[in-house]
């Protein structure tokens, strides 16, 4: 599979998303949100994700010179109106505002309306992280959980994310999605010519596929836990939850009423709700981050089942896989999807993306 050098990787979205008239500025936030999932590892939501944003833009489903505005707040939330901007652009200003407010007054709560897909959640709650505070942030989407008992998808993958500080740079992060696996994971599986687990989605029969390219077709993913009998009704219940926070009260569409995000371009805004959380532990009990780090070092110390594999925190594997990128300077990327971002890049009229 193809290595691309993490600057290499970083010019070409921005060069991709200037071409098709995103501010340098905005162009430099977006790709900065993509390269974090890439080199974490979580590739279904880095360069994979590119195309879409490229299409919206064309199509004018997402405006890149939009500007969020704050429509009503108080001195610890805030209602914020994201201007069919891109993700970036609403994420970075609804989280500089949660930041502030939380440490002018503990808790920062906003929540936003007309957004786009914001990458990976978990990116925003390291915002505030990085500032010794504890983060969070909540986004739904169009349908594609199945709820428990029932044949249609009707939520999203409605993502949860928590990230804190436990002092020395040690942090924990929480960042998954309220169904089995995000589709992106489905379209990487895709590139790779390979079968996903049972488990993960439904054909059009109702019944679990290991097929990947039926179950993206099919656009049903089962909520975490799976079926009734292995608690999937907990995931869909966390998808309601998000949704709550999201369209609830920011006045977005909720899930079933957004238009499928597809790369041909939707043709319309997705209006996307989204919220974002910041508490500032220093206003509770003091000790927070030894108590954070006493738990981490109790978890990756316990003994494992295979001695091969130890036992990890919340957000290690994410903290190893972009030590490791680091390291020798690359993203491995599919063949296919590497292939894909060449045709692209003859269509927008840009450099194609090299590899080493």
């Given at each position: 599979m193809p290595?691309v050098?993490?600057?290499?990787?970083?010019?070409?979205m921005?060069?991709?998303?200037?071409?098709?008239g995103t501010?340098e500025?905005e162009?430099?936030a977006q790709?900065d949100?993509?390269?974090?999932a890439?080199?974490?590892?979580?590739?279904?939501?880095?360069?994979?994700?590119l195309?879409?944003?490229i299409n919206d833009?064309?199509?004018?489903?997402?405006?890149?010179?939009g500007?969020p505005?704050?429509?009503?707040?108080?001195a610890a939330?805030?209602?914020?109106?994201?201007?069919?901007?891109?993700g970036a652009?609403?994420?970075?200003y609804?989280?500089?505002?949660a930041?502030?407010k939380?440490?002018?007054?503990?808790?920062g709560?906003?929540?936003?309306?007309?957004?786009?897909?914001?990458?990976m959640?978990?990116?925003?709650?390291?915002?505030?992280?990085?500032q010794g505070?504890?983060?969070m942030?909540?986004t739904?989407?169009?349908p594609?959980?199945?709820p428990?008992?029932?044949?249609?998808a009707?939520?999203g993958?409605?993502?949860?994310s928590?990230?804190?500080?436990?002092?020395?740079g040690?942090?924990?992060?929480?960042d998954?999605?309220?169904?089995?696996v995000?589709?992106?994971?489905?379209e990487?599986q895709?590139?790779k010519?390979e079968?996903?687990?049972?488990?993960?989605?439904?054909?059009?029969?109702?019944k679990?596929?290991t097929?990947a390219?039926?179950?993206?077709?099919?656009s049903?993913?089962?909520?975490?836990?799976?079926?009734e009998e292995?608690?999937?009704?907990?995931?869909?219940?966390?998808?309601?939850?998000?949704?709550?926070?999201?369209?609830?009260?920011?006045?977005?569409?909720?899930?079933?009423?957004?238009c499928?995000?597809?790369?041909?371009?939707n043709?319309?805004?997705?209006?996307?709700?989204?919220?974002f959380?910041?508490?500032?532990?220093?206003c509770?009990?003091p000790?927070?981050?030894?108590?954070?780090a006493q738990?981490l070092?109790h978890?990756r110390?316990?003994?494992?089942?295979?001695?091969?594999?130890?036992?990890?925190a919340?957000g290690d594997k994410?903290r190893?896989?972009a030590?490791m990128?680091?390291?020798?300077?690359t993203i491995?990327?599919a063949?296919k999807?590497y292939?894909?971002?060449?045709?692209?890049?003859k269509?927008?009229?840009?450099?194609?993306l090299q590899?080493?």
């Amino acid at each position: 599979m193809p290595e691309v050098r993490i600057e290499e990787s970083t010019r070409f979205m921005v060069d991709s998303l200037k071409a098709v008239g995103t501010p340098e500025s905005e162009a430099k936030a977006q790709t900065d949100m993509l390269i974090h999932a890439d080199i974490v590892g979580h590739v279904s939501h880095g360069l994979n994700r590119l195309e879409f944003y490229i299409n919206d833009i064309i199509t004018k489903a997402t405006n890149p010179n939009g500007k969020p505005m704050i429509l009503k707040e108080t001195a610890a939330t805030a209602w914020v109106d994201g201007a069919d901007a891109l993700g970036a652009t609403v994420g970075n200003y609804c989280m500089d505002v949660a930041i502030r407010k939380a440490k002018e007054n503990g808790i920062g709560f906003v929540t936003c309306k007309r957004s786009n897909h914001f990458g990976m959640a978990g990116y925003w709650a390291l915002k505030a992280e990085k500032q010794g505070l504890i983060g969070m942030a909540f986004t739904n989407s169009s349908p594609l959980l199945v709820p428990t008992r029932a044949k249609e998808a009707a939520l999203g993958t409605n993502p949860i994310s928590l990230a804190c500080p436990a002092g020395n740079g040690d942090n924990l992060v929480v960042d998954l999605a309220s169904t089995a696996v995000a589709m992106g994971k489905i379209e990487i599986q895709i590139q790779k010519q390979e079968s996903i687990p049972p488990g993960w989605a439904l054909g059009p029969d109702g019944k679990t596929t290991t097929d990947a390219q039926l179950a993206f077709d099919t656009s049903r993913l089962l909520p975490l836990g799976g079926f009734e009998e292995t608690s999937g009704y907990k995931g869909y219940a966390l998808s309601a939850l998000v949704e709550v926070l999201c369209s609830g009260l920011s006045g977005s569409r909720s899930s079933p009423n957004i238009c499928p995000w597809e790369v041909a371009g939707n043709y319309e805004p997705t209006d996307l709700g989204q919220c974002f959380i910041v508490i500032n532990p220093e206003c509770f009990a003091p000790g927070f981050t030894e108590r954070i780090a006493q738990c981490l070092h109790h978890w990756r110390n316990m003994e494992p089942v295979d001695p091969a594999l130890p036992v990890l925190a919340p957000g290690d594997k994410e903290r190893i896989t972009a030590e490791m990128n680091h390291s020798k300077g690359t993203i491995t990327y599919a063949q296919k999807q590497y292939e894909r971002y060449a045709n692209m890049a003859k269509r927008i009229g840009v450099k194609p993306l090299q590899a080493v």
